[in-house]
């Protein structure tokens, strides 16, 4: 016996129970009757899954609606660089969001002030500058990329004062 499990009109599992071929006619009808039981079930599981895929996608959608939100409540271009480093940390998952204008750090997230003369700030400028001049964003890692010197060389010492794992510079 085979049991196909369909949702919204598309076959999302087949069910087959083997049986014996000298099986009673009773034996048979049970069979069937369990094979359907299961297939409600199945079609349970999908039906749940699918609404928790619409639960998370509605969640996400409230969180960048907030983000929006956030990050337009002041009209201080300070107030507002920090409002979407945090945001954007938060709405992301990532530790830490660097917010840069014209090559400069203006924000960094979970930091109440920048320190533009430190190391961090200081190399993480001169990344953002030698990415800009490639003109494509840059992921690490990617471990499809092979990455010019130049810009090994700046990931590598923003990298060595940071202690960062991934960095993208957007």
């Known amino acids: 016996f085979a049991c196909p499990v369909v949702f919204n009109g598309n076959t999302v ?3 087959e129970l083997l049986h014996y071929e000298d099986a ?5 009808q049970s069979v069937e009757e369990l094979l359907d039981v299961f297939g409600d079930v199945a079609l349970d599981f999908h039906r749940d899954r699918k609404l928790r895929e619409y639960h998370n996608r509605e969640q996400s959608w409230a969180e960048l609606d907030g983000f929006a939100e956030r990050v337009h409540q002041s009209l201080d271009w300070k107030a507002t660089c920090y409002a979407v480093g945090n ?3 938060r709405v992301t998952g990532c530790e830490r969001v660097s ?3 014209r090559r400069r750090v203006l924000a960094i997230s979970g930091i109440d002030t920048v320190n533009r003369r430190s190391n961090a700030s200081r190399s993480l400028e ?3 500058r030698v990415v800009e001049r490639s003109g494509d964003p840059l992921w690490h890692p990617n471990e499809d990329e092979t990455l ?10 923003y990298r ?3 202690h960062v794992r991934s960095v993208a510079v957007l």
């Open 13 to 15: 599992a087949v069910l």
């Open 24 to 28: 009673s006619p009773a034996e048979l």
């Open 87 to 89: 945001e954007a940390a």
């Open 99 to 101: 917010v840069l204008h």
């Open 126 to 128: 001169a990344l953002v």
């Open 148 to 157: 010019p010197p130049q810009l090994q060389q700046r990931l590598e010492a």
């Open 160 to 162: 060595d004062c940071t």
